[in-house]
């Protein structure tokens, strides 16, 4: 049922929570994890036009390390790795990206919110790919 499990990465320690229970999943179901990172492009096409190339590469080298982080546990846990890296708006470049490669299911963290905070949150990357997903989204509520 879940062969291939995407885990959209930032490089967090909420991403690191998120992964445990994707890899508890994919070991489970002999399933590969695509960690993928998302340079946001709004982030460096916002900056100064003399910094947006310093910029660019600063997003570019932490999604490297993200994913390099990201390859090591999984492959240390002894399950199948795919790592990408891509460039855009995250919550459209993860809900494509599940699309392309026939994703199973998405793993992704969030930060537990109340009351006001719960709704001023409502436009995070993780609800907008939970309403846009064609794919099952388990959310790990991050403490």
């Known amino acids: 049922m879940y062969d291939d499990i995407l885990l959209p990465t930032d490089g967090s320690s909420g991403t690191l929570e998120a992964l445990e229970h994707a890899l508890t999943i994919a070991r489970d179901r002999d399933a590969t994890v695509h960690a993928l990172y998302v340079v946001e492009s ?12 310093d910029v660019r590469a600063t997003l570019e080298e932490e999604g490297d390390r993200a994913l390099e982080d990201a390859r090591i546990r999984i492959e240390d846990a002894g399950v199948g790795c ?8 995250p919550q459209k470049e993860i809900t494509e990206y599940a699309d392309e490669v026939g994703i199973d299911l998405i793993v992704m963290g969030t930060h537990s919110k109340t009351g006001p905070e719960r709704m001023a949150s409502l436009g995070s990357t993780t609800e907008r790919v939970v309403k846009n997903a064609d794919q099952p989204v388990l959310v790990v509520d991050i403490r």
């Open 42 to 53: 709004r982030l460096y096409r916002a900056a100064d036009d003399d910094t947006k190339d």
């Open 82 to 89: 795919v790592t990408e890296r891509r460039e855009g708006t």
